[in-house]
């Protein structure tokens, strides 16, 4: 962080794909005891909470968060728990409710407490079928059509407000479809990313949910987390953009990455049948324009296609021998 830190860290939604990886890469920056896990539903790792303090936390609830903020000294909170787009579309009321008030609960709470810093991610679903498709710039048209999207412009817009009016310390990135190894995803359209993985290595086959043709901007997990401590590391004179910074990094079509994971897997096969999820997909672009993040913080992704899927196939591959060895 640039100023001293004096208080702790909470981190919500650490049992889900983001922060079940994030909240190690800040204990071990911050020492364990100092980084406050809170999670709300999923049962948490053996690890995790053997690494420092965990609390369930419902984030609707605001006197929840308080209790936590008071009880830890917490000065700082990277607030991950939400709702994603597919699952959001199955219940629109849920997804607003907990993206929504979670968030506000979140920004007043670090408002009322001053805390020093917040970080909210939000989404390429932000953008829409308005959206120019490729190389979207960081200011576009932001006409979403998923519940979820509404959500995110609404807290781009809501965090931008909390800085401008109260001098609050709260940075975002606009995350593309994240690929990890150690915790699935769950409800986002982008999921088929992570699954396919999974299904290849055990099955040698993979019913992919989008056209082959589909294209949209991607992210290896190792990006995403030295992106957002990037983010937050850097010197608020260099942070520009108050709403949310655009995150670029891979882009390719459900088709390429299986051709790529086919190198690796000859006998994988994919075949592809589109449900619902194919017109988010479709509503959202291609490919982003990331040279603000570049610019302002110095953002820069290590990984490509084939690197990435040559680390996931290698990762997911010694995980599944180890867990067949332990059976
Ligand atoms: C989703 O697919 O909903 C998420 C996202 C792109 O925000 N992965």
Redesign the pocket.
Known sequence: MTASRTGRILVTGVTGQIGSELIFELRKRNGGENVVAAGHKRVPSETLQNSGPYETLDTTDKSAIEKIVNEYGIDSIYHLAGI???A?EKNPQLAWHVNMDSLHNVLEVAREKNLQQVFW?S???VFGPETPRRNVPQETVLIPR?V?GVT?VAGELLCNYYHDRFGLDVRSLR????ISSETP?G?????YAVEIFYEAIKKKRYKCFVRRDTV?PMLYMPDCISATIKLMEADPSKIEIWTSYNLGGLSFSAEELADEIKKLIPDFVCSYQPDFRQK?ADS?PMSLDDGAARKDWGWKPDYDLSSMTMDMVKKLTRRFEGEAAES
């Not at 995350?175 to 994240?178: A, M, Q, S």
């Not at 409800?187 to 999921?191: A, E, F, L, N, Y």
């Open positions: 994603l787009s597919a959001g991610p989404s390429i679903a998923t979820y995110k995350y593309p479809g994240i995803p409800g986002g359209t982008t999921d949209l988010i959202w």
